[in-house]
T-cell receptor, first 109, second 113 residues
Framework: GQNIDQPTEMTATEGAIVQINCTYQ??????LFWYQQHAGEAPTFLSY??LDGLEEKGRFSSFLSRSKGYSYLLLKELQMKDSASYLC??????????WGAGTKLIIKP | IAGITQAPTSQILAAGRRMTLRCTQD?????MYWYRQDLGLGLRLIHY???????GKGEVPDGYSVSRANTDDFPLTLASAVPSQTSVYFC????????????FGNGTRLTVT
């Protein structure tokens, strides 16, 4: 079966750096997405990786290793507003998105 | 403002009743999706449509139906609601290209009693 694994919850300190990991086992691979979802709101797109390596977007970076079935989202200079759930999703060979259950990130002052 | 609109925002529904959740987008996206999100579970695909006039079943289609008469609208119907359909429902759309992200509506919180 297809599977996406992420930690359920992580805690970090304001101003620090946090890395959220995502491992996947899917039928084929056509890209990996990271979304942010604040409580009670819709998911919003953060990043997309289809080739190995690091994609940087301001305070957020996303890394992909296709051979290891592994990605991470790196958040720098954490702010209280970064408290949210972070969802990892992989597009499989049928171009369907397979979603992880999400990682709830708690930022403490 | 371009985007995707869902209605209603929330609804309490008696079991056995019929309900249609509405979804409209003005981005001219070809693909549209309906997901449900339950605590501790990832987003689960109910139905999808790759283009107007076509629909497909997702991971959890039972008890739900959809139609795609035009590009903009993608309603989701619960023919006879059951308590297990209590969930938050998200409609989403995307361009057809592989790297295109999904754009989500604000969701409908449905409670079936």
């Amino acid at each position: 079966g297809q599977n996406i694994d992420q930690p359920t919850e992580m805690t970090a300190t304001e101003g620090a750096i946090v890395q959220i990991n995502c491992t996947y086992q899917t039928s084929g691979f056509n890209g990996l997405f990271w979304y942010q979802q604040h409580a009670g709101e819709a998911p919003t797109f953060l990043s997309y990786n289809v080739l190995d390596g690091l994609e940087e977007k301001g305070r957020f970076s996303s890394f992909l290793s296709r051979s290891k079935g592994y990605s991470y989202l790196l958040l720098k200079e954490l702010q209280m507003k970064d408290s949210a759930s972070y969802l990892c999703a992989v597009r499989d060979s049928n171009y369907q998105l397979i979603w992880g259950a999400g990682t709830k990130l708690i930022i403490k002052p | 403002i371009a985007g995707i609109t869902q209605a209603p925002t929330s609804q309490i529904l008696a079991a056995g009743r019929r309900m249609t959740l509405r979804c409209t987008q003005d981005m001219r996206h070809n693909a549209m999706y309906w997901y449900r999100q339950d605590l501790g579970l990832g987003l689960r695909l109910i139905h999808y449509s790759n283009t107007a006039g076509t629909t497909g079943k997702g991971e959890v289609p039972d008890g739900y139906s959809v139609s795609r008469a035009n590009t903009d609208d993608f309603p989701l119907t619960l023919a006879s609601a059951v308590p297990s359909q209590t969930s938050v429902y998200f409609c989403a759309s995307s361009d057809s290209t592989g790297g295109s992200p999904l754009h989500f509506g604000n969701g409908t919180r449905l409670t079936v009693t």
